[in-house]
């Protein structure tokens, strides 16, 4: 009764998470006791279920595909190291500084990767390209039964239309960037994880 | 004729190892007096009065050192001390102020320990986990869904993939930290209180701290633990003995007299099988007969506890097994509201029975838990409007434990509930403050859900608790469509008032 997971997580894994995803020794422990009470498996893992048992998140119109983004392709769990990896897309940019060992890689919560993350989130089918049919399903995702076929669809045609510069009348990822470009993402996609 | 070979052998099997080869030979010697190797009828019955009271004295030397007789003779030694020093002072009103002298030595050593385990962690250079005093995130605060939609409507007008945004950081957000998920396992401590169950980075800080775990363990296991499962396992008996003998008294004052007594004594009986220190604020309030108690809902223990303090009727699904008879037991006290299974999915029979149970103004309280569930005592959930809706007064009671001395919360998706007892009773003690709010009822035109809601933010004040609107069968069951249908719904409506905004500047 009471077994909380006896896996403690060791120093080494702490360094090597902290060198990838540039978050701080008492935020890994602390986001690490938040794996283990959503892991009710105990295993180690989490699955899609652990994640809907979340009311907040199950309510999120995005929740479903947000909750994918955490899943590598065509994988079932998520271990903490694909945990932490993706929730260092929402490190603030600012956080960086601090951080003396820094990556030598773009760091994991730079403009462009949130950017990428977001852009994953439409993405359905990873062949990184945003079409048509892609954009409607996600919209169908956010409004529910609300909006008829048709409207929807004019909203998609029109987003795609402002967006697409090579004619091809799907979305890559620079034309994705460039849409985005007047936009706060730093601020918008950050959330302030205390010390 | 008996010959000495076949009563050696037989005094062998009899006496197995512990008679060696001389002493039979000298034994034989003893009965066989002619020494003919034979034992005839005269010998036999010489040897047979003779070794009566030799016998005698055999049998109880070969029972004093067997253990089960020691075991036997200590356990009714205890039972009479326990019987004397807790049992009879609890009828009798008298209290020795133990516990509130353990309570105040047990503050002290805890104290020292999280200046031990501040000292080593600054050597360490590390911060100390302090879960309350810091969250994980700088949350945005919950809003209303006017709010949301004014919040959505700023962004969207940047750009048509900024909505993802929003609604992404959102749900990292609560990944990370959510209000509801929380409410369902154990309260996290500030300070280790020398229980491992409390602390899942347990690691070896220092020889000193480890030694004084290894103390706490010993005198909990072995002293307190079994000293209050005597208490519990002798109390169960008294209850199920007295309150039959109490009801075949012909009603009337004696009755009702004995019977509450027979009430304080087990339920004080059953306090202090479980060490619990309880403070009772304004008693003033207490629920009268004729209403409804209405308590947030940690632990059954919760029963036991107000129950100390005054008679009430329980409402509860009828159980088998020891919960069956412990239930008819206390029918023959006074009276409860027990329903069938099936009885219980049907609504109008439920309230039809509370309302003729409260309408007779000679009947005791109802205590109700309306969450309907366990939580974890950080926090209130919905009330279920059934019990709000009868029309009577409503009596809050807040209940607020003391974590530091000992989880409460029973987890019944992690264990049972006789393994939580056993758990329970391992742990240093129960310290709670029960707090008796004045009686609310409900005004003219407010709806049963309004009054619930009201009722609950008087509580969840009063102990320190937060209020939330999630429903607490959220435990077992997934979250309802309707709450994902209406973020839907606003969304969609931003969406549309965008795309007529754009129309109308395109014209």
Known sequence: MGSRASTLLREEEIEEIKKETGFSHSQITRLYSRFTSLDKGENGTLSREDFQRIPELAI??????????????????????????????????????????????????????????????????????????????????????????????????????????????????????????????EQKMSIRFLH | MISTAELREAMKKLLGQQVGHRDLEEILRDIDLNGDGQVDFEEFVRMMSRGLFSVILMTWTVCTSEPLCWVVLSLSLWWTLLLVFIIVPSVAGISFGIRSLYMRALLQIFKWTSSQMEIRAKEKNEELYKPYSNGIIAKQPSLSLMQQQQQLRCCSSDCAFSDALFFSRRAVESIVDDEVTKCFSAQELENWNLLTRSNCRFRHISLRLTVLWGLGLLLRYCLLLPLRVALAVSGVPLLLVLTPLVSCLPDGALHSGLSEKVHIVCYGVFVRALTAIITYHHQENKPRDGGICVANHTTPIDIIILANDGCYSLVGQVHGGLMGLLQRALVKASSHIWFERSEAKDRHLVAKRLGDHVADKNKPPILIFPEGTCINNTSVMMFKKGSFEVGCSVYPVAIKYDPRFGDAFWNSSKCGIISYLLWTMSSWAIVCSVWYLPPMKREDGESAVDFSNRVKSAIAAQGGLVDLVWDGALKRSKVKDDLKKEQQKLYSKVLMFDRDLRNRNNI
């Open chain 1, 60 to 185: 999120n119109p995005l929740g479903d595909r947000i909750i994918n983004a955490f899943f590598p392709e065509s994988e079932d769990q998520v271990n903490f190291r694909g945990f932490m990896r993706t929730l260092a897309h929402f490190r603030p940019i600012e956080d960086n500084e601090k951080n003396k060992n820094a990556a030598p890689s773009e760091p994991l919560n730079s403009r462009t990767n949130k950017l990428l993350f977001a852009f994953r989130l439409y993405d359905l089918d990873r062949d990184d390209k945003i079409s048509r049919d892609e954009l409607l399903q996600v919209l169908r995702m956010m409004v529910g039964v609300n909006i008829s076929d048709e409207q929807l669809g004019s909203i998609a045609d029109r987003t795609i239309q402002e967006a697409d510069t090579n004619g091809d009348s799907s979305i890559s990822f620079n034309e994705f960037m460039k849409v985005l470009e007047k936009v706060d993402v």
